[in-house]
């Protein structure tokens, strides 16, 4: 049941207010609030308006509403009251349960992992190579552990298996007509956008709207719109507006200005208190020793050594996902992600609730460095990558890597590549399935690692944009449609999926 609108609005507000009461910008205001009690301009009897306006003028009413801006942006539209803690996180029972199991799959194979090599998934390390660690932590990649016994946890093939898999108990088969003409691999029923619905939510990509990095072939010589488009970059970072800068990045970031217009949108601004808390994490990575570091080690080795663009960032990637693996505050995004934070139990204390520790948020590594890489290009400060990246993770990757029925998640983007390369390429789409190329073996990966390793970095930095711009991943969806489109002709030639591939 949707909640009438006024009350919807005031327990929104009611959360957000919840939300913000324990943040630092609270206490930022309050101090600064104090402070201006003591300027002339400031006169008892007009005490409440006069303070307001002094926060309007210097600067701080703005922060404000960016934070109240990004809390909307991140957290999903509060249920009816009466709906219980679960449907926040995922309202249909069965996505619910196929997440737990396929969590529960993933935390089997740490823990034979585990057993096989007998080692901890968590030891404290000894002093001697804390300080070592501690010593080589710029330029960890000179290392060369033998990790030849640690396998992935879980390939991109094994999770679209169990996407496959996924079933409505709620239909009998063949009876529901309307969706049984679904020809794709993913067979569950669920609401994604026609074309005239995509052409509306993304207007701002129309043809005759200047795109950055594409309005090459315009009529208009590229400066002009390429000028003009810079100069209003440098008017919305000047006004400091995260919604302003969501709105402008639709159409594409100018190289230069693309790390401060992300910052402004995630609203993160590297303040001291952040930056202690990077360190704190830093150097539970130093005294701790998780399995993880293995994977994530192994993992770096075999994606960012080998890939030319991003082998020389290969000490940020270790920093950057050692601490994430560590930063229990990642954990607040599960409470409007279908997944359940993994929990592991301390030895010989199976089931026993207070000797439950959160083990790491997420394990699949491989995709997460993949997210990384791209933002080394544009921070260098690792305290800022560090943040960048978990905000964009709680925002939008962890949608890749479970599964659920919102419209960014996973099974929604399928079904949307699917379901747009059936309507519109009918025939290719018969074609492939037809030769055993089912077009979602080959673009799964893509989308499930949003395209990272597999479009240059300046055109994958422009695809994120309108990921940020739009505050959505549906775009994933369809580009790889587009890659088919653009494709179709040779891919009618082809008669098997290595060929098509």
């Known amino acids: 049941a949707m909640l009438d609108p006024d009350s919807g609005l005031s327990l929104t507000i009611a959360r957000i207010v919840q939300r913000l009461k324990g943040s630092s910008l609270h206490s930022q205001l309050e101090r600064q609030a104090r402070v201006s009690l003591h300027k002339p301009e400031i006169k008892l009897e007009s005490l409440k308006e006069d ?35 679960e449907h926040m996180k995922e309202p249909l029972a069965y996505m619910r349960k196929a997440q737990g199991s396929w969590e529960k799959r993933i935390l089997k194979s740490l823990n034979s992992m585990c057993t096989e090599l007998s080692i901890p998934l968590a030891q404290k390390r000894p002093v001697s190579e804390q300080k070592e660690l501690l010593n080589k932590w710029n330029e960890m990649g000179t290392d060369e552990p033998d990790l030849s016994l640690f396998r992935p946890v879980y390939a991109p093939k094994d999770f679209l298996e169990v996407l496959m898999n996924l079933r409505n108990p709620n239909y009998e088969n063949g ?15 669920l609401k994604v956008k026609d074309i005239p619905e995509l ?19 315009a009529q208009v010589p590229p400066e002009f719109f390429e000028n003009e488009h810079v100069r209003v970059g440098q008017k919305v970072l000047a006004e400091q507006d995260s919604a302003a800068a969501q709105q402008y990045v639709r159409q594409g970031c100018p190289t230069a200005l693309r790390a401060d217009l992300w910052a402004l949108i995630l609203n993160i601004s590297n303040q001291p208190e952040d930056i202690l808390y990077y360190e704190q994490l830093k150097s539970n990575v130093i005294q701790h020793d998780l399995l993880v570091d293995s994977l994530i080690y192994k993992d770096v080795k075999l994606t960012a050594s080998n890939d030319d663009y991003y082998f020389v960032f290969e000490d940020y990637l270790y920093q950057v996902l050692l601490c994430f693996s560590r930063d229990t505050s990642v954990l607040e995004h599960f409470t409007y992600s279908s997944a359940t934070p993994p929990k592991s139990y301390i030895r010989g204390k199976l089931g026993m609730e207070e000797y439950a520790v959160f083990y790491p948020p997420n394990v699949n590594y491989n995709s997460f460095i993949l997210s990384v890489a791209p933002l080394c290009f544009l921070y260098h400060e690792p305290s800022k990558l560090y943040q960048i990246f978990r905000e964009m993770y709680v925002r939008f990757f962890f949608r890749l890597h479970s599964i659920s029925s919102h419209p960014s998640g996973i099974v929604s983007l399928c079904l949307l590549f699917e379901t747009l390369l059936q309507t519109h390429l009918p025939q290719l789409f018969f074609h492939l399935r037809e030769i055993g190329a089912q077009p979602l073996r080959i673009s799964f990966k893509w989308m499930v690692r949003a395209f990272s390793g597999y479009l240059a970095t300046d055109q994958l930095l422009l695809l994120w944009d309108r990921i940020l711009g739009y505050n959505s991943l549906e775009i994933l969806a369809v580009l790889a449609a587009a890659v088919f489109a653009f494709r179709a002709v040779n891919l009618m030639e082809v008669t098997s999926l290595a060929a098509a591939e």
């Open 175 to 189: 009876e529901q007509p309307s969706f049984r003409n679904h020809l794709g691999l993913i067979q569950v029923p």
């Open 51 to 85: 303070i307001k306006d002094f926060l309007k003028t210097s600067g701080w009413e703005k922060k404000l509403q960016n934070a109240v801006y990004s809390e909307l942006n991140v957290f999903p539209s509060p249920c009816h009251p009466a709906a219980p803690p």
């Open 199 to 217: 052409k509306e939510e993304f207007s701002e990509l129309g043809l005759n709207i200047g795109q950055l990095g594409i309005d090459d072939s």
